[in-house]
């Protein structure tokens, strides 16, 4: 069916992740860098020339646009829902992205870092690859994938549509968000603009896969308040905040409950930034697991870790503040089974075998979904992703543009008359 289109998805990959979007945690704005808007503007103007409605776009950064439905059926309102953001941990300033049209299994030297090396031992899913075009970044930056791979993916899925107007589909809604790479993609989303019944964000990562499942989520934030005075008259007085801060890192377990001993299932309590001196200094982490209820367990032991450092610094003082994050999303996917089904369907009559598993993170679909949308997860290909390793297939792309092509039509076959 879509075997002889001539896809635009590389095309339009290859300008996006050219253009800088990199998010800020520690920035109060919406969007958190106005940069940002910049994907936003191009995406506004191209989603009008290809004809949409109801396109726009707001200060905030978000993008939705809407392919109106060509059936009489009532079918439910889909949204595809991608971030235009990249993450903060890897520059994403002066990405040039290369395009290896006949990968052949050799490693990859980047050229803007020798000593930045893409090594089929590393990344096994090369080996899926070989004979077939990938796309890497040149070793001075990430590559942008997570998730231009899936703003592209929906733009050139709404392009095919626009031009064939014989595939038979309910309303389509399209949002691209800011920030989510910060946690805070959905905070200034219109739910009412938007108008979708159910959703699927394009954020995952190999061919095949389906996601119903992610961690739910807290940041936990510790305050260390200690006493300060001249280092040269500080005896018996200096209570240093910077060395409690230390002595509590030192305690986190080593052999488990860390990112780096941990896969599948397991959650884990991990620090992310120290900010401080000596009088004052704040530790942050991130908890995660996909039972929300072990979330509390493993603030428990972070707290009792700060409790036994404390205890040897009398003079000193400490807030311990939980902030919830973001909750699994199959919580909610479980009351709408469809979305997963009709997934399932999409992709096998695409050729593919579904593959389930749950993320070791979290998408916009988590707060969508326990805001009233509920969202499953499409992958795109992308792969080692928030680094200089980062890569793409472009046949991954290409099958995920089939899939929704595909999904549209299962949605709308299945509606009643």
Same mark, same amino acid.
């Given at each position: 069916?879509?075997?002889? $289109? ?116 590393? $990344? ?35 392009? $095919? ?85 230390? $002595? ?170």
């Amino acid at each position: 069916m879509i075997d002889s $289109y001539q896809h635009t998805v590389t095309e339009r990959f290859l300008r996006y992740v050219q253009i800088d979007t990199q998010s800020d945690p520690s920035s109060d704005s919406s969007p958190s860098t106005a940069k940002q808007k910049n994907l936003s503007q191009l995406l506004y103007q191209e989603l009008l020339t290809m004809g949409l409605l109801d396109v726009y776009t707001d200060d905030y950064g978000y993008v939705y646009a809407t392919i109106p439905a060509n059936t009489d059926k009532q079918v439910p309102v889909i949204c595809f829902c991608s971030h235009v953001d990249t993450a903060p941990d890897c520059s994403g300033t002066g990405v040039k992205p290369i395009l290896h049209n006949h990968y052949l299994g050799e490693d990859i030297v980047l050229p803007d870092d020798a000593s930045q090396v893409i090594r089929l031992a590393d $990344y096994p899913y090369l080996q899926q690859h070989i004979g077939k075009a990938i796309i890497t970044a040149s070793g001075a930056t990430l590559l942008g994938a997570d998730d231009k791979s899936g703003v592209a993916i929906i733009m050139d899925m709404a392009h $095919y549509l626009v031009r064939h107007p014989e595939i038979s589909h309910g309303t389509i809604r399209l949002l691209f968000t800011p920030d989510e790479e910060v946690g805070r993609g959905t905070d200034k989303v219109d739910l009412g603009r938007l108008g979708a019944a159910v959703a699927y964000t394009l954020d995952g990562g190999a061919c095949g896969t389906l996601e119903d499942e992610t961690f739910s989520a807290d940041g936990v934030s510790i305050t260390i308040e200690g006493v300060s005075a001249h280092p040269g008259y500080a005896k018996g007085k200096l209570v240093n905040a910077l060395k409690i801060a230390g $002595y509590i890192l030192a305690a986190l377990p080593r052999t488990t409950l860390s990112p780096e001993t941990t896969s599948g299932r397991q959650g884990f309590i991990h620090p992310v930034q120290v900010q401080g001196i000596a009088e004052k200094t704040v530790l942050e982490f991130i908890i995660r697991d996909f039972e929300t209820s072990r979330l509390a367990a493993h603030e428990t032991t972070l707290r009792g870790i700060v409790d036994q450092v404390m205890a040897g610094y009398p003079g000193a003082t400490y807030q311990f503040t939980v902030k919830e994050q973001y909750r699994n999303m199959r919580e909610v996917l479980d009351q709408h089974p469809n979305i997963i089904a009709h997934a399932m369907t999409a992709y096998e009559q695409c050729g593919l075998t579904v593959v389930k598993e749950p993320i070791r993170g979290g998408t916009d679909g988590n707060r969508l979904s326990f805001m009233g949308l509920p969202c499953a997860n499409i992958f795109t290909g992308m792969q080692a992703i928030h680094s200089k390793h980062e890569w793409i297939g472009v046949s991954d792309m290409e099958k995920a543009v089939e899939v929704l092509v595909k999904l549209v039509q299962v949605w709308e076959a299945v509606t009643e008359d």
